[in-house]
């Protein structure tokens, strides 16, 4: 059964929690990040962009030893202080159109990884999975949880209702008009409460942080043994935040295609009329509402593409995705997409830039032609990853997204 474990995180004094925490690096612009830089001493992007302190880019070893040692000066400066005992952390986020998630940081083993308890849905890239264990090898820690998802718990629910009772150790709004807020349990009734519930779970399922998860189980597997590794087994566990399935938010990525891959659009329409009833729009913006429905914005006009049901058989849950069955289609046989991870003629608009995205990416010259479609749900998802199977690239935009610093796991 899941092995979740509490922990003593590293963490913001109180005081500072609210302009320390950061979001995850490759979110910011670069002129906006040195603007946070400059303007604010205590940001988390100090510790992920130690150059800046010397206004040299650096990468690598050298970046990666860097990282650790502003991290170490935060600590000795006391900005980060050390929590006295392992702990829970219940952690709320409300978001600014009012979805609240509600779940709990953990330590988790790498152990339930490799066992299958814990499931991906994910392929990963093994150079990212190598770079980012050389970056944990080096550093020492985990500032940003893992997200997974967990079936209902009503017991987990209880305990969780008892611990908000009190003040949050944590409350403050970021400039997203996001509020966060944090409990630390250390309550022994309520600690062997909360492993016991997570103690008999048979699966809990990776929402967001495949590589960072991967990694973590390629660093267990080199400490183990090694003289680094004695002592301690907190390497064999990696930081995670875990929310109940009914809190998870799933968006949509939208796909554009730079060409018609030599077809001319009343071609690429016969073509697609083979799989797909095919309904001109217009001008009106199409947004498709069911599972195997799809939106295509092409020359000005928007289509919306209906499966014909008879001509797909789907032997399995990837094959019934409709990221998958875009790529079967239409992707890959008609516009030539070979590797959707590789192939430069294909990009990707998150849902949340809105419909009008693809429309003015293609009235700019920028691609030819974008399509829209539903998002996957929970279900799928679990289906997937039971089923051992690995979603195409950009499936899934995972809400919520989680911030940097607001706790650290040392190993």
Same mark, same amino acid.
Not at 1 to 6: E, L
Not at 198 to 204: G, K, L, P, R
């Given at each position: 059964?899941?092995?979740?474990?509490?922990?003593?995180?590293?963490?913001?004094?109180?005081?500072?929690?609210?302009?320390?925490?950061?979001?995850?690096?490759?979110?910011?612009?670069?002129?906006?990040?040195? !603007?946070?830089?400059?303007?604010?001493?205590?940001?988390?992007?100090?510790?992920?962009?130690?150059?800046?302190?010397?206004?040299?880019?650096?990468?690598?070893?050298?970046?990666?030893?860097?990282?650790?040692?502003?991290?170490?000066?935060?600590?000795?400066?006391?900005?980060?202080?050390?929590?006295?005992?392992?702990?829970?952390?219940?952690?709320?986020?409300?978001?600014?159109?009012?979805? +609240?998630?509600? #779940?709990?940081?953990?330590?988790?083993? &790498? !152990?339930?990884?490799?066992?299958?308890?814990?499931?991906?849905?994910?392929?990963?890239?093994?150079?990212?999975?190598?770079?980012? +264990?050389?970056?944990?090898?080096?550093?020492?820690?985990?500032?940003?949880?893992?997200?997974?998802?967990?079936?209902?718990?009503?017991?987990?629910?209880?305990?969780?209702?008892?611990?908000?009772?009190?003040?949050?150790?944590?409350?403050?709004? &970021? +400039?997203?008009?996001?509020?966060?807020?944090?409990?630390?349990?250390?309550?022994?009734?309520?600690?062997?409460?909360?492993?016991?519930?997570f103690a008999e779970m048979s699966q809990i399922y990776i929402a967001d942080g495949h590589h960072r998860c991967a990694s973590s189980v390629?660093?267990?597997? *080199?400490?183990?043994?090694?003289?680094?590794?004695?002592?301690?087994?907190?390497?064999?566990?990696?930081?995670?935040?875990?929310?109940?399935?009914?809190?998870?938010?799933?968006?949509?990525?939208?796909?554009?295609?730079?060409?018609?891959?030599?077809?001319?659009?009343?071609?690429?329409?016969?073509?697609?009329?083979?799989?797909?009833?095919?309904?001109?729009?217009?001008?009106?913006?199409?947004?498709?509402?069911?599972?195997?429905?799809?939106?295509?914005?092409?020359?000005?006009?928007?289509?919306?593409?209906?499966?014909?049901?008879?001509?797909?058989?789907?032997?399995?849950?990837?094959?019934?995705?409709?990221?998958?069955?875009?790529?079967?289609?239409?992707?890959?046989?008609?516009? #030539?997409?070979?590797?959707?991870? +590789?192939?430069?003629?294909?990009?990707?608009?998150?849902?949340?830039?809105?419909?009008?995205?693809?429309?003015? !990416?293609?009235?700019? #010259?920028?691609?030819?032609?974008?399509?829209?479609?539903?998002?996957?749900?929970?279900?799928?998802?679990?289906?997937?990853?039971? *089923?051992?199977?690995?979603?195409?690239?950009?499936?899934?935009?995972?809400?919520?997204?989680?911030?940097?610093?607001? &706790?650290?796991?040392?190993?």
């Amino acid at each position: 059964m899941a092995d979740v474990r509490p922990f003593a995180a590293v963490r913001p004094a109180r005081e500072l929690v609210s302009i320390m925490v950061s979001r995850s690096y490759d979110t910011y612009l670069p002129t906006e990040r040195n !603007a946070r830089m400059k303007a604010n001493p205590f940001s988390f992007l100090h510790i992920i962009n130690p150059g800046f302190k010397y206004q040299k880019k650096l990468s690598g070893k050298e970046r990666f030893e860097m990282v650790r040692n502003r991290y170490l000066e935060f600590k000795e400066e006391g900005n980060l202080i050390q929590d006295p005992q392992p702990s829970y952390y219940v952690y709320q986020i409300i978001d600014r159109d009012g979805h +609240t998630y509600r #779940g709990i940081i953990a330590a988790v083993s &790498t !152990a339930d990884y490799q066992n299958n308890i814990v499931k991906r849905h994910e392929d990963t890239l093994a150079q990212r999975e190598t770079l980012f +264990t050389e970056y944990l090898h080096t550093v020492g820690f985990n500032a940003e949880p893992v997200l997974l998802t967990y079936p209902a718990s009503d017991p987990l629910e209880d305990i969780m209702d008892e611990v908000v009772q009190v003040r949050a150790e944590y409350e403050f709004t &970021t +400039t997203f008009r996001d509020t966060h807020y944090l409990w630390p349990v250390s309550d022994a009734a309520h600690v062997k409460g909360i492993k016991a519930c997570f103690a008999e779970m048979s699966q809990i399922y990776i929402a967001d942080g495949h590589h960072r998860c991967a990694s973590s189980v390629r660093l267990a597997a *080199q400490m183990q043994g090694s003289a680094m590794g004695e002592g301690s087994d907190s390497y064999n566990y990696f930081m995670s935040y875990l929310i109940p399935e009914s809190d998870l938010r799933i968006e949509a990525f939208y796909r554009m295609v730079k060409d018609l891959n030599g077809l001319s659009k009343e071609a690429l329409l016969i073509k697609l009329d083979e799989y797909f009833r095919i309904e001109n729009r217009g001008v009106s913006p199409y947004q498709p509402s069911k599972k195997h429905h799809f939106g295509m914005y092409l020359d000005g006009e928007y289509y919306s593409l209906y499966l014909r049901k008879f001509k797909v058989e789907f032997k399995d849950a990837l094959q019934a995705l409709d990221s998958q069955l875009l790529l079967d289609t239409i992707l890959q046989p008609i516009l #030539g997409i070979k590797d959707p991870r +590789t192939d430069k003629r294909l990009g990707y608009h998150s849902e949340r830039e809105g419909q009008f995205s693809i429309k003015d !990416a293609v009235d700019s #010259g920028k691609y030819a032609l974008g399509f829209s479609m539903v998002p996957v749900d929970v279900e799928e998802l679990k289906a997937v990853a039971d *089923q051992q199977l690995t979603m195409p690239p950009k499936s899934t935009y995972i809400l919520p997204k989680l911030r940097s610093g607001i &706790t650290v796991y040392e190993f």
